[in-house]
């Protein structure tokens, strides 16, 4: 339950990114890469896009680095 919370909770500061911010500022894109580190890239982004739609896992992506999305 706790994990999925978490997943939450990113998602959910990664969608402020979406409703006109001009970018995650670095605690969210700090909490992003946690998540991604934690869970695996494939599935924080799959649960970003059934959830939160594109726009969302476009902010997503733009806090993380090729090395985070290959090592996780």
Do not use: W
């Amino acid at each position: 339950m706790s994990r999925f919370l978490t997943v939450t909770g990113v998602l959910l500061l990664m969608t402020n990114y979406s409703l006109g911010q001009s970018g995650p500022n670095p605690g969210q894109c700090e909490q992003i890469r946690q998540a991604v580190a934690q869970y695996g890239y494939v599935a924080a982004r799959r649960h970003a896009m059934a959830n939160y739609g594109p726009e969302a896992v476009k902010a997503g992506d733009k806090c993380l680095t090729k090395r985070d999305k290959m090592n996780h």
